[in-house]
């Protein structure tokens, strides 16, 4: 609308114009070089308005006959770059088709037409990649480092092939200049962190966090970061007391629920004389995650107090989250410690139905402190060896005894405080012992130590073990009753987790009992 009421307006104006000389009519003399003319006004612009067209025509020609090399040469430029272009898409489709011949065949035709284009030096290199060429591949991605706008795309690609390669160190150097970049990429940031962690550079690994931070949600980065200072707090313990201490304060107020970060503050401010904030610490760490560590750190809030003292305070941290078997557990640790059987017994009462592992030897405990009975020392023994497992440091199949900040795949805060994979939904079938005839009381004895073991007769190989009650002569020959089974047969879990790499501190996972841990244990009972 805006151009037909400028045309309009133009044309009003010539009209208005034309009107005006018409009006006012004139003549005009030119005399030039002997000669005279004579003419009116209006021919007279006409003829300079002419001329100007003549002149302006004229020089176009002159101007498009200077520049026809240029044009020539930019048209076969362009007629190149299309080519160029189609070699390209068709290489790109066959890459993505899966046919390396025709992938190859577009990249060197790509190469030729358009050498230096990005999109090019990709083809090449995704097609070096497809025919296994890892030289021409790298070759590829270091031309694109050479360029600003194919940098990082290259970088990026030197990376995936030094992986591809496991050749950590080219990989480590890739990602880190990645990460020079302003701003960095992710997969830099993150790669030159988890280098950074497995190396145990907690100092580099927090830089590395800070750059990334833009990259992460909020409550992402405050806990990365906490497990990061928990870590550098550990590593100083021994070093620098007073940069653990404010490293492992931070990490608290960052994630509260970090059960390392809570134990370890709670003890270094009780050994600094600061009970009152140790105890708001660990109280609001217990509420969030109820864990063996918090409660023993807040047992020892005051070295010096008695164990009757320990258990009242055990008591009061407990109630605080009823109905959690850590805190009944805590509170049955704290009860054994003062004698207290009574109370000891009625925190575990809740458990007793179906104990975890732990309940069971806390019972084993309690009995043997408190009766010295031996047989019932060993019936919550083997009530323990088969019993459900209890949460554990776990991360990648791998249990650990402590936690650690990186995971044995070297994940950052890969450890989780949970029951570990093969003790879930397993069943544990147990050695049945066959029925024995009733015996007269005279041999109805105290049980001892030098009673034959109990051989279960396994059949079937082409099927699962089937399990066929073994033979009477098994019984104890002091006895006239069947032992209470204790063996559990149990399946190793299906992916035990990689080999963690670690030395002592990680064990690999398994549904049942370390071998012959809890025999030992059950053994040193009668000593």
């Known amino acids: 609308?805006?151009?037909?009421?400028?045309?309009?307006?133009?044309?009003?104006?010539?009209?208005?114009?034309?009107?005006?000389?018409?009006?006012?009519?004139?003549?005009?003399?030119?005399?030039?070089?002997?000669?005279?003319?004579?003419?009116?006004?209006?021919?007279?612009?006409?003829?300079?308005?002419?001329?100007?067209?003549?002149?302006?025509?004229?020089?176009?020609?002159?101007?498009?006959?200077?520049?026809?090399?240029?044009?020539?040469?930019?048209?076969?430029?362009?007629?190149?770059?299309?080519?160029?272009?189609?070699?390209?898409?068709?290489?790109?489709?066959?890459?993505?088709?899966?046919?390396?011949?025709?992938?190859?065949?577009?990249?060197?035709?790509?190469?030729?037409?358009?050498?230096?284009?990005?999109?090019?030096?990709?083809?090449?290199?995704?097609?070096?990649?497809?025919?296994?060429?890892?030289?021409?591949?790298?070759?590829?991605?270091?031309?694109?480092?050479r360029r600003d706008d194919t940098r990082l795309l290259g970088l990026r690609g030197l990376y995936i092939e030094a992986q591809r390669h496991a050749d950590a160190q080219a990989a480590r150097l890739a990602a880190e200049e990645a990460g020079k970049a302003s701003p960095a990429p992710v997969w830099a940031g993150q790669a030159v962190l988890d280098y950074r962690c497995a190396a145990a550079d907690w100092a580099g690994a927090l830089e590395a966090l800070d750059r990334m931070k833009g990259a992460l949600e909020k409550a992402d980065y405050r806990r990365k970061r906490a497990v990061l200072l928990t870590a550098r707090a550990l590593?100083?313990?021994?070093?620098?007391?007073?940069?653990?201490?404010?490293?492992?304060?931070?990490?608290?107020?960052?994630?509260?629920?970090?059960?390392?970060?809570?134990?370890?503050?709670?003890?270094?401010?009780?050994?600094?004389?600061?009970?009152?904030?140790?105890?708001?610490?660990?109280?609001?760490?217990?509420?969030?995650?109820?864990?063996?560590?918090?409660?023993?750190?807040?047992?020892?809030?005051?070295?010096?107090?008695?164990?009757?003292?320990?258990?009242?305070?055990?008591?009061?941290?407990?109630?605080?989250?009823?109905?959690?078997?850590?805190?009944?557990l805590a509170v049955a640790h704290a009860a054994l410690d003062a004698r207290e059987f009574a109370a000891a017994r009625a925190a575990l009462a809740a458990y007793l139905a179906a104990p975890t592992r732990r309940v069971a030897i806390l019972m084993a405990q309690i009995e043997e402190a408190e009766h010295g009975d031996e047989g019932r020392v060993r019936e919550w023994m083997g009530r323990a060896m088969r019993a459900a497992g209890d949460p554990a440091w776990t991360a990648d199949g791998v249990v650990s005894e402590r936690w650690m900040p990186v995971s044995p795949n070297g994940r950052l805060d890969g450890f989780t405080w949970k029951v570990p994979l093969a003790e879930i939904g397993v069943t544990r079938p147990v050695i049945e012992i066959a029925p024995l005839p009733p015996k007269p009381a005279a041999e109805n004895m105290a049980l001892t130590p030098s009673a034959p073991p109990v051989t279960p007769v396994l059949q079937g190989e082409a099927e699962p073990p089937r399990i066929v009650p073994a033979k009477p002569a098994a019984r104890s020959a002091t006895l006239g009753i069947a032992v209470e089974p204790v063996i559990p047969l149990v399946h190793a879990p299906d992916d035990p987790g990689p080999d963690s790499g670690l030395e002592n501190d990680p064990v690999a996972e398994t549904a049942s009992p370390p071998p012959r841990a809890p025999w030992q244990r059950f053994m040193q009972l009668f000593r």
């Open 235 to 328: 590593a100083l313990e021994t070093i620098d007391r007073d940069a653990a201490r404010g490293d492992v304060l931070e990490a608290v107020k960052l994630a509260p629920d970090l059960v390392p970060a809570a134990a370890f503050a709670g003890r270094r401010l009780a050994e600094a004389g600061e009970q009152r904030k140790a105890r708001r610490i660990l109280e609001k760490a217990w509420a969030l995650s109820p864990h063996p560590d918090i409660a023993e750190a807040y047992a020892d809030l005051r070295l010096g107090d008695s164990a009757r003292e320990r258990l009242a305070r055990m008591q009061k941290l407990a109630a605080q989250v009823p109905g959690q078997r850590e805190g009944a």
């Open 1 to 145: 609308m805006i151009r037909v009421v400028l045309f309009l307006l133009a044309v009003a104006v010539l009209a208005a114009g034309f009107v005006w000389l018409a009006d006012r009519p004139g003549d005009v003399a030119v005399t030039w070089m002997g000669y005279h003319i004579e003419t009116s006004v209006m021919v007279a612009a006409l003829a300079v308005a002419v001329l100007a067209v003549v002149l302006m025509a004229l020089w176009a020609i002159v101007r498009g006959i200077m520049r026809s090399p240029e044009q020539a040469a930019l048209f076969f430029r362009h007629r190149r770059a299309m080519k160029g272009y189609l070699a390209i898409s068709r290489g790109l489709i066959a890459v993505g088709a899966g046919d390396l011949r025709s992938a190859r065949r577009s990249a060197d035709e790509a190469a030729r037409l358009s050498p230096g284009d990005p999109l090019a030096l990709l083809l090449s290199a995704q097609s070096a990649q497809m025919a296994g060429d890892r030289g021409g591949a790298e070759r590829a991605f270091r031309e694109m480092t």
